[in-house]
């Protein structure tokens, strides 16, 4: 009977021992299988981040040429645009009066030289001449001609005419101290 129960005791550790060889390597070809599955997974996502990456890249060199060639219109366009403000400033600046300069119309008087002078365009210019009031004095003056004035004791003023027309004339006036 010693026999007996030897074999099957002898038996069940065999059994028990197989099962714990073939557990440990069941679980070994689970964890081999999981690794295996969780790599090829893995591979999969990168090359589709990798091949969406490639496509983005393409679409955002395409907008970027796009966008420079936008610039380059553009900055023909500004440097266009720049050139005629700068044609448009020069005629204005040509235009305007300087410091001292004023247009005078027809029968239009103004005060200048910080109040010392009062200047008037007597009726329309003649064909040579125009007929300008100075405080108060008429002055027959061709283009170029200068009309110097002393307001007062301490003062002396010039008043040139520059040019005229059937419109108006231009004339500077300054004014400074006696010495």
């Known amino acids: 009977m010693s026999e007996i129960f030897g074999r099957s005791v002898h038996r069940r550790h065999r059994r028990k021992h197989l099962s714990v060889a073939?557990?440990?390597i069941?679980?070994?070809?689970?964890?081999?299988a999981v690794g295996i599955g969780g790599y090829a997974l893995g591979?999969?996502?990168?090359?589709q981040d990798i091949t969406a990456g490639k496509q983005l890249i393409q679409q955002?060199?395409?907008?970027g040429q796009k966008l420079q060639k936008q610039v380059q219109e553009l900055s023909g366009s500004n440097t266009a645009l720049q050139s005629k403000l700068t044609t448009t400033e020069a005629t204005m600046h040509a235009m305007?009066?300087?410091?001292?300069?004023?247009i005078l119309k027809p029968n239009q008087s103004i005060t200048?030289?910080?109040?010392?002078?009062v200047l008037g365009l007597i009726g329309t210019p003649e064909n040579d001449r125009i007929n300008i009031n100075v405080n108060g004095e008429r002055h027959a003056s061709a283009p170029g001609d200068i009309i110097n004035v002393a307001p007062d004791a301490s003062t002396a003023c010039r008043v040139v005419v520059q040019l005229f027309d059937m419109f108006g004339a231009r004339v500077t006036a300054t004014c400074q101290p006696k010495s």
């Open 22 to 24: 073939g557990s440990r």
């Open 26 to 32: 069941l679980l070994l070809l689970i964890i081999l």
């Open 43 to 47: 591979f999969n996502i990168a090359r």
């Open 60 to 63: 955002l060199q395409t907008e």
């Open 96 to 102: 305007e009066p300087s410091q001292n300069t004023y």
């Open 112 to 117: 200048v030289a910080d109040g010392h002078l």
